[in-house]
């Protein structure tokens, strides 16, 4: 993925900035709420300037009576990099590396992953809402899986077939039957390869019910996240697996740092297409699951890699629309990545364990923002021999990790404003500022209890929002503060060191989707304090939506 010390000012800009959250500022002259600063865990890219206040405190004015304010988990996304970030490959390759492949733009193709192993009402509707969607094509469901854990000599790989409903998938527009093969470091021929027979096996098996089910596939696609040092080995299992294919056409899966392989371009002379994952775990402890210009600079290495070679099959990009929970523990698999034991963390998977503590599981996710600016820079421009975009993963109710379709929709449609033709140039395309998540912390008084307040989060924006840093609020000097108490996984308790602040402390990793709102709190005050929240003009903001 490149070498993660030497960035660029823009790879800064999208640099991981720790837990920092949102902050409600108040200016050192007025005493009142000025406005929001950014600093978005996964991936800010700029920042909002605020005035700071004595000493640095952060704090935003609710009326005479209570102060309330808030480092949000997730923040505002800001994103007002290089609208092209997507398109240019960076300092370090500079516009001649593009100039010698051929170029493209435009809308971009897209497809999708289903990547649920238990198969019920939530995935079929789940693939009745990708059939609703007309500008998302193929969707590629896992079909099977080779565990392959217990390695030479430790027992025989299980194949682990997933028991998807081809009753489900009428629907579909193009169906790809995907099997992963879990980690393997060799051998690759003779007695002690364990895994090629049954992956044969798998191949034979769900070939036969596709065509028992009367479903034409897309593709048959074999996921291996092989060592780089592995790729002549995995090439002969692609020539075994490629006798066994027939008419369906043969994709594989293909990680960047195979591309400075010698033995990659044989890889492709196996295979009808092609997908480059350009998303996955940063060993250095990351906090993103994507690298805006290492995603630049890997597509732009494909394509020169399929240019040199006439005949070479174009590639889809695989983009991430998930988080994962990673735990510190020394045993260690992950999810899709495949990459085992590197991180020294346990990846919590596709499905989220209920309430994930957040003293127990860290959280690496996908910025909407940031992988809505490569959709926008590759609509403007690309490589001609990217063929287009699969995202991994389709939402399903119940994953608790992967994007709301709202989160989805409002992402994949990042580049839908540009129409292709000699006119369109790289730059600025979309206000990618309405990817940030506006997540914010209201009051609500029921009228029938006087001087009872409801503390809320609601998510007025178009992507989902982490709720997964703590809230400081602060009264003023006279708010006679009689009760409190935190619910929903948030806990409210008064400061050590002052009296008039109090914390509300969130327990577990929580998400809103767009449109939710979550109480997570009450205040009880004498009931003759007033409360109104105040903007930096000294105007009234909006209460808690109804």
């Given at each position: ?19 920092r959250g949102v902050v409600w500022r108040v200016a050192p002259s007025m ?131 997933v028991g998807w409903d081809p009753g489900a998938l009428a629907r579909v ?117 994507i690298d805006i210009e290492a995603a630049s600079r890997a597509v732009e ?246």
């Amino acid at each position: 993925m490149g070498d993660r010390n030497q960035k660029s000012k823009r790879e800064q800009n999208v640099d991981n900035r720790g837990n920092r959250g949102v902050v409600w500022r108040v200016a050192p002259s007025m005493g009142t709420l000025v406005c929001l600063a950014s600093g978005a865990p996964m991936g800010a890219i700029r920042e909002r300037r605020c005035p700071e206040t004595p000493g640095g405190r952060a704090r935003a004015r609710f009326g005479l009576n209570l102060n309330l304010g808030s480092r949000l988990g997730l923040g505002l996304v800001a994103c007002v990099l290089a609208v092209g970030c997507g398109v240019e490959v960076g300092e370090q390759e500079g516009h001649s590396a593009r100039a010698d492949v051929e170029r493209s733009r435009g809308p971009l193709t897209q497809s999708a992953y289903l990547w649920q192993r238990s198969w019920g009402a939530p995935v079929r509707a789940a693939l009745d809402e990708a059939a609703a969607r007309e500008d998302l094509g193929a969707v590629s469901i896992l079909a099977a899986e080779l565990d392959t854990r217990g390695g030479p000599g430790h027992g025989a790989v299980e194949v682990q077939a997933v028991g998807w409903d081809p009753g489900a998938l009428a629907r579909v527009r193009a169906l790809g039957l995907v099997i992963r093969v879990g980690p393997w470091s060799g051998p690759f021929t003779g007695p002690d390869d364990q895994v090629l027979e049954p992956l044969l096996a798998a191949v034979d098996g769900q070939l036969a019910k596709a065509r028992s089910a009367g479903l034409e596939l897309a593709e048959l696609q074999i996921d291996f996240d092989a060592g780089s040092a592995q790729l002549a080995g995995y090439g002969r299992w692609l020539e075994a697996v490629r006798a066994h294919t027939g008419d369906t056409p043969l994709t594989i899966t293909a990680l960047p740092d195979w591309l400075g392989r010698p033995e990659f371009p044989a890889l492709l002379e196996l295979c009808d297409a092609w997908v480059l994952q350009v998303h996955g775990l940063d060993p250095s402890g990351g906090r993103a699951l994507i690298d805006i210009e290492a995603a630049s600079r890997a597509v732009e290495r494909a394509a020169r890699i399929v240019d040199a070679r006439g005949g070479a099959p174009r590639f889809q990009v695989a983009l991430p629309t998930y988080d994962y929970l990673l735990s510190p523990v020394r045993s260690v698999r992950s999810g899709r990545s495949g990459r085992s034991g590197r991180s020294g963390f346990r990846v919590a998977g596709e499905q989220a364990p209920a309430n994930p503590s957040l003293t127990s599981f860290r959280r690496v996710g996908s910025p909407p923002a940031v992988v809505a600016a490569l959709v926008d820079g590759w609509t403007a421009d690309r490589p001609a021999a990217m063929a287009g975009l699969v995202w991994f993963r389709l939402p399903v109710e119940g994953d608790r990790l992967a994007w709301s379709w709202r989160t989805f929709d409002a992402v994949r449609g990042s580049g839908s404003e540009l129409e292709p033709g000699p006119e369109l140039e790289p730059g600025p395309r979309l206000d990618l500022g309405s990817l940030e998540p506006t997540l914010r912390l209201c009051t609500a008084a029921p009228p029938e209890t006087p001087g009872l307040f409801e503390l809320r989060l609601e998510n007025d924006g178009r992507v989902d929002a982490w709720l997964d840093a703590p809230h400081e609020l602060e009264l003023e000097p006279g708010a006679d503060l009689l009760a409190s108490h935190g619910q929903a996984e948030f806990s409210l308790a008064r400061s050590a060191d002052s009296s008039s602040q109090l914390t509300l402390t969130p327990s577990v990793h929580q998400r809103l989707a767009p449109g939710q709102v979550r109480v997570v709190g009450w205040l009880r005050l004498d009931p003759a304090a007033q409360v109104a929240a105040i903007d930096e003009h000294g105007a009234a903001l909006p209460p808690c939506h109804p």
